[in-house]
């Protein structure tokens, strides 16, 4: 399983930016995909996580109602995160992972990662 994430950039607070996770080498629909960060210094956290089958979405509190992770309507690759109303504090990188399971959780589960793109948003 291969993921490749894009769509970082530097943005301002208060801007917008959607990331893209693109999954290759699955066989299977049955599966699902998380999204992580990591900012310097600090642990990685886990931040949102789609169901790829079952449509069930998990977000972490602190990006509730901000953030919104979505596929493509047909083929269900890539997965999106839409960022919006962006905070300094979301300056990170941002990490795709891959679940064999088809359930979400941040801390368990994943098994393949993306490499990450970074996300720098300026006050």
């Known amino acids: 399983v291969q993921l490749v994430e894009s769509g970082g950039g530097l943005v301002q607070v208060g801007g917008s930016l959607r990331l893209s996770c693109a999954v290759s080498?699955?066989?299977?629909?049955?599966?699902?995909i998380g999204w992580f960060r990591q900012a310097p210094g600090k642990e990685r956290e886990g931040i949102s996580c789609?169901?790829?089958?079952?449509?069930?979405?998990?977000y972490a509190d602190s990006v509730q109602g901000r953030f919104t992770i979505s596929s493509d309507n047909v083929d269900k690759n890539p997965v999106y995160l839409q960022m919006n109303s962006l905070k300094p504090e979301d300056t990170a990188t941002y990490f795709c992972?891959?679940?064999?399971?088809?359930?979400?959780?941040?801390?368990?589960?994943?098994?393949?990662w993306g490499k990450g793109t970074v996300v720098t948003v300026s006050a």
């Open positions: 080498g699955v066989t299977y629909e049955d599966y699902a």
């Open positions: 789609l169901s790829r089958s079952e449509g069930t979405t998990l």
């Open positions: 992972a891959f679940y064999t399971a088809r359930w979400c959780s941040f801390e368990y589960g994943m098994t393949s």
